[in-house]
């Protein structure tokens, strides 16, 4: 037998975890709840009784966290980007218009998929790390007509807020377009309203806001949406996405592909902690520990990427000086203070999530010291202790109020 086909030596996992888990407050995956670490580790049928009561309490608690009534929602097995290509993938055939608003990465994604599926593709690039803006939007609509439009409520690479979604939403509607909303990194962090904002697919996935594990994903389509994908003559080339094929499993008891359930079982967690805590309560919670987190590294003397006026709360960037590399502040504030936060896709910032678990006070002290302290290693400046008693007082005065 030749060596190449032997066993190779490797480290167990306990070898290479580090001794205490690093405090994940990146662009995601997020810290998970214990209810959600357990549920995780748990194999069912992923056909039986006990299945199928997951998967209606799932679907109703979807509903409540996507606001809508519509009955199709459904689970994917995959990233959010598997989620965003479902979406795709059963509204956009060949020849289909569809208007991408464009503000970063992730929203650029949804014009390359829409590409790549033979569509018609209009771009609305929104450039210098803007929002979106409703004429701009009306005006694309007017010219184009398109028949779905794709938009980001938060950009998660670029720190960018299109808080003009629900105008954007109906305007498209008045021109007869669908609307396909990213809602990957928002979603349960902020206000969402998919039947009042007649949005008709919401994508999410399970490792941002909802505070689930990566890799298990949900999206919900309006009825109209529904009503499309079932006059569509031709068949999704995507057979593990095709939602007429995912209906047999997440609404009639029968089988697709094996669902993950452990994930299914984790996401089923994630939801009921997020209704257990009310939408209006958790959306709370987020904006207060956003607006703590970006007033203290203000007083640290460090400066926000976005502009407020199109600033996302979920994810918060910080500008790198120019004489810095991002990925030196990465490596030591995760070396050193064991606090893991993001670079960006080639933006000269780096960037501490705001998601899910993210949002608790004890990480938020920790993690504005890690970045403070990181910082000053790299010989940049900070005035660390006015940045921590910001964020007290801020925590402090937002309670009170
Ligand atoms: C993270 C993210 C995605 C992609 O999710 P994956 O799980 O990495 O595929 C898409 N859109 C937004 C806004 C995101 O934040």
Redesign the pocket.
């Known amino acids: 037998m030749s060596a190449d086909y032997l066993p190779p030596t490797v480290l167990a996992l306990k070898d290479i975890l580090p001794d205490e888990p690093l405090l994940m407050m990146g662009?995601?995956p997020v810290p998970i709840p214990p209810a959600v670490a357990h549920a995780n580790s748990v194999v069912i049928n992923h056909l039986g009784a006990t299945m199928s009561t997951i998967i209606t309490q799932v679907k109703a608690m979807a509903r409540y966290v996507f606001q809508t009534r519509s009955n199709w929602v459904l689970g994917v097995a995959g990233?959010?980007?598997a989620a965003?290509e479902m979406a795709l993938s059963n509204l956009v055939w060949p020849n289909s218009k569809v208007l991408c608003v464009v503000n970063g990465f992730?929203s650029a994604?949804m014009a390359e998929m829409s590409t790549r599926l033979g569509a018609d593709v209009v771009r609305l690039d929104v450039t210098n790390h803007q929002a979106a803006t409703l004429e701009a939007v009306e005006a694309a609509l007017a010219l184009h007509r398109p028949q779905c439009l794709t938009i980001?409520q938060?950009?998660?690479s670029n720190t960018v807020f299109n808080r003009e979604l629900p105008a954007i939403a109906k305007a498209a509607k008045r021109y007869g377009c669908l609307v396909i909303v990213?809602a990957?990194?928002t979603l349960s962090t902020m206000p969402l309203q998919m039947d009042a904002w007649e949005i008709d697919a919401v994508i999410t996935?399970g490792?941002?806001g909802l505070s689930s594990i990566?890799g298990v994903s949900l999206i919900a389509f309006s009825d109209q949406a529904w009503a499309r994908i079932g006059q569509r003559t031709d068949r999704n080339t995507h057979w593990c996405l095709d939602a007429k094929l995912a209906e047999n499993f997440w609404h009639k008891g029968s089988y697709h592909y094996t669902a993950p359930v452990s994930g299914v079982l984790a996401l089923h967690e994630a939801l009921r902690l997020v209704c257990a805590e009310t939408l209006p309560v958790r959306f709370e919670r987020h904006a207060r520990c956003s607006r703590a987190l970006q007033e203290s590294i203000e007083a640290s003397g460090l400066t926000l990427f976005a502009e407020p006026a199109s600033r996302l709360n979920s994810v918060v960037g910080i500008v790198v000086p120019a004489e810095l590399d991002n990925a030196k502040v990465c490596a030591q504030i995760s070396e050193r203070y064991h606090v893991e936060i993001s670079g960006s896709f080639g933006l000269p910032m780096v960037r501490i999530g705001q998601m899910g678990e993210q949002c608790r006070a004890h990480n938020l002290f920790r993690t504005v010291h890690a970045l403070g302290s990181a910082m000053r290693d790299l010989g940049v400046k900070v005035d660390l202790p006015r940045g921590m008693a910001t964020l007290e007082e801020s925590l402090q005065r937002q309670r009170a109020a």
């Open positions: 662009a995601g990233p959010g980007s965003m992730f994604r980001v938060g950009e998660t990213d990957v990194c996935g490792q941002k990566p």
